[in-house]
């Protein structure tokens, strides 16, 4: 089983940009499709990004295309979000999560393992 960790949360103003790194340990990483999430207050967790375990393919929910860029690093076992262009509507604790040995999917329920999240906090 892997476990994963994030960081790189902050407060940012809109139109800057932060890094997200979700660093695992445990099982061969490069086996794993990893996603990332984000929960504002008040809603349900919602997709964000996704990158496969074996091409690298990469996914995005419309709202983040061209501003946000999904990446692993499977020799630091690491996969990391970038965020450009940030929204005050980006505002939320984002959490990374993986897939053993399947393809991407926006749905929470298909993912095995979660992160505790971090907060992204973005002022108009």
């Known amino acids: 089983q892997v476990q994963l960790v994030e960081s790189g949360g902050g407060l940012v103003q809109a139109g800057g940009s932060l890094r997200l790194s979700c660093a695992a340990s445990?099982?061969?990483?490069?086996?794993?499709?990893v996603g990332w999430f984000r929960q504002a207050p008040g809603k349900e967790r919602a997709f964000v990004a996704a990158?496969?375990?074996?091409?690298?393919?990469?996914y995005y929910t419309d709202s983040v295309k061209g501003r946000f860029t999904i990446s692993r690093d499977n020799a630091k076992n690491t996969v990391y979000l970038q965020m450009n262009s940030l929204k005050p509507e980006d505002t939320a604790v984002y959490y990374c999560?993986?897939?053993?040995?399947?393809?991407?999917?926006?749905?929470?329920?298909?993912?095995?393992?979660w992160g505790q999240g971090t907060q992204v906090t973005i002022s108009s």
């Open positions: 999560a993986s897939r053993w040995r399947r393809g991407p999917s926006p749905d929470v329920e298909q993912y095995d393992v």
């Open positions: 445990g099982r061969t990483f490069s086996s794993y499709t």
């Open positions: 990158i496969t375990w074996s091409a690298g393919n990469t």
